[in-house]
T-cell receptor
């Protein structure tokens, strides 16, 4: 599926670097999400944007900074990360969270991040 | 708090055999239920979902799942597994009027030739 794309697919960074992850959805959706998938832990919701407004910050450290310039694009800006932040970062989108129950989230392929 | 349990961390089946992956949830009302599959190095692909109506739902790739309210379960099944089905499978639930998907810890499926 190419409905949700993510770049880069792989990223290695040092703890003092600054990098950004990009997500783009081609589904005409209005809500976008960042998830973190670590080994041995269930997927964790990080942020939710609806109509470009951040509606959820799930106790995420400030070294992760999301940005949603429009309903098709979502960024995750990274700075001064720790080795424990190494994970697969998944982006998802859905039609519109205000539609309530019958929403389905569609995921991108993820960015595999390694922090050295 | 709402939770999702996938009791089997790993399952190994022979190609052509039937498959059932278990999922139990903890939630007071009927949640919205999903199964996703993740192949190595890939994102999550939606297999099927249950919102209401017929409790047996059909999905892609020959998968089906049955919602059983009395057991708080939403088990995934396939009558004949193919080698390409080897992947990790995630059950997820969402409450009404909530954007938050709660995922189980996943079941890794291995397929013997």
């Amino acid at each position: 599926e190419t409905g949700v794309t993510q770049t880069p697919r792989h990223l290695v960074m040092g703890m003092t670097n600054k990098k950004s992850l990009k997500c783009e959805q081609h589904l005409g959706h209005n809500a976008m999400y960042w998830y973190k998938q670590s080994a041995k832990k269930p997927l964790e919701l990080m942020f939710v944007y609806s109509l470009e407004e951040r509606v959820e910050n799930n106790s995420v450290p400030s070294r992760f900074s999301p940005e949603c310039p429009n309903s098709s694009h979502l960024f995750l800006h990274l700075h001064t990360l720790q080795p424990e932040d190494s994970a697969l970062y998944l982006c998802a989108s859905s039609q519109d969270r205000w539609r309530g129950g019958q929403e389905t989230q569609y995921f991108g392929p993820g960015t595999r991040l390694l922090v050295l | 708090a709402q939770s999702v349990t996938q009791p089997d961390i790993h399952i190994t089946v022979s190609e052509g055999a039937s498959l059932e992956l278990r999922c139990n949830y903890s939630y007071g009302a009927t949640p919205y239920l999903f199964w996703y599959v993740q192949s190595p190095g890939q994102g999550l692909q939606l297999l099927l979902k249950y919102f209401s109506g017929d409790t047996l739902v059909q999905g892609i790739k020959g998968f089906e799942a049955e919602f059983k309210r009395s057991q708080s379960s939403f088990n995934l099944r396939k009558p004949s597994v193919h080698w390409s089905d080897a992947a990790e499978y995630f059950c997820a639930v969402r409450m009404d009027s909530s954007y938050k998907l709660i995922f189980g810890s996943g079941t890794r499926l291995l397929v013997r030739p």
